[in-house]
């Protein structure tokens, strides 16, 4: 399991030595919000049920799998941090994006995102994970001119509450 990594030069030496051969030859590389919110938007605009996803992202933002943590009828408080550590570690990841996927739900940042947002980046930090965004998409009510479903994304890291 992760250990809170108190020495800088240890946590370069855990992550380069172990993510290095991770890393594909043409990486996607999420290190701003606005390149997490294009690949979000090419990825998830065909989904069409409710679901929490994970990007599992390297020390240097490269994206090093993407997973479904929950999906169907769930409660938030069914995101713990244990279940995200677990999916964190088979992945050999220390950075993550959440992504709560509501298609048939209006686009609200209600508290109860707030708070578990705020209780999983704390509790991620102890065992020196970051939690870079928790993004929430639904589904626009009208497709643009061009016919196609647009999406609605909202950054909590961009409102500044992550």
Known sequence: MYKKITNIDDELLFTHAHQRELEKPNPVILDSIARAELYIANTFIHLKHEAIHALMLSTRSVLLESRPILTGKFSLKELTTNLLISHIIQANATRLILIHHNPKGS????????????????????????????????????????????????????????
């Open 107 to 162: 686009l609200s940042i209600k508290d109860k995102h707030l708070l578990e947002a705020t209780r999983i980046k704390d509790r991620l930090l102890e065992y020196s994970i970051w939690l870079d965004d928790f993004f929430l998409i639904t589904k626009a009510d009208t497709a643009n001119s061009s016919g196609y479903n647009r999406m609605n994304t909202t950054s909590l890291a961009r409102l500044g509450l992550v």
